[in-house]
């Protein structure tokens, strides 16, 4: 057994009012305030929230938080933790409350990244609303989508998330300076893939998170709104070559950037082949930045 899910992401921005802009007009993400808190919650599916938007004066990661399906797990994945000589918090009952979870504790990984292993989410029975026209996105038991997170020693990093959070390799990706690896904790194709430092990037910081909408019209429109507002692209709409995604990246206010896609591939684990791409894409993803 292992983390099940990437469960939620939480953010220091700068920039709230084009967070919310940009969550409500492109993303299409259900905004839910707290009473008496200057947070704004993103919810996409049954879960209370995803991801919580946090002002502050610097652009950076907070927390992101990995889901585990039992008490058990969290016991397990701690005890693996504090063997690797890692420093462990763990969460107080406002922790608890502001992550709308049961349980959970927080450490940092080796390149500084804040990993947050919780259990018990809650969940609404209202329906997700839309702040716009579309389907939805592909989230449940799949999580949020994915992150890609730059580290110092790519291989060291992957075998922490291996041997200690039970993710396993789904493939590779070498080209030009990009050497990445994807693993997988559910059947979506990746959660989480780790990339050298390269093209000015340094380890610990986040290069993009994945939302997946429920249809391709999903992305088709919102590209054609960011093209529109010429709001700031960093990859044209273009397919994958490992995980088939059909997306386009756009740059946050944070600036990292998020990729909007459709189709994702799932992955098997017992007839799944780990194999090498040599490149990112199998067409578009032009270059825009």
Known sequence: MSVSQLGYLVLNVSDI????????????????RDEDSDLVRLRFDE????????????????AVGWEVPSLRELESVHTKVAE?????????REDRDDRKVEALFRFRDMDGVPLEIYYGPWTDDVPFQPSRPMSGFICGSLGLGHIVLVTKDRDKAARFYQDV???????????????AIFLHCNPRHHSLALINECFGMKSGYLNHFMLETRTLDDVGRAYDIVRSRKLPLVLSLGQHSNDRMTSFYLRTPSGFSMEYGWGGLLVDDAVWRVTHHSTTKLWGHENMA
């Open 17 to 32: 009012d084009a967070w919310r802009d940009l969550a409500s007009s492109i993303i299409g993400a259900e905004e839910r």
């Open 84 to 92: 690797q000589g890692i420093s462990i918090i763990e969460g107080t």
């Open 165 to 179: 959070l039970g993710f396993s390799v789904t493939d590779y990706i070498a080209w030009d300076e990009l050497d």
């Open 47 to 62: 879960h209370h929230h995803r991801i919580t938007l946090r002002p502050g004066k610097v652009d950076s990661v907070a």
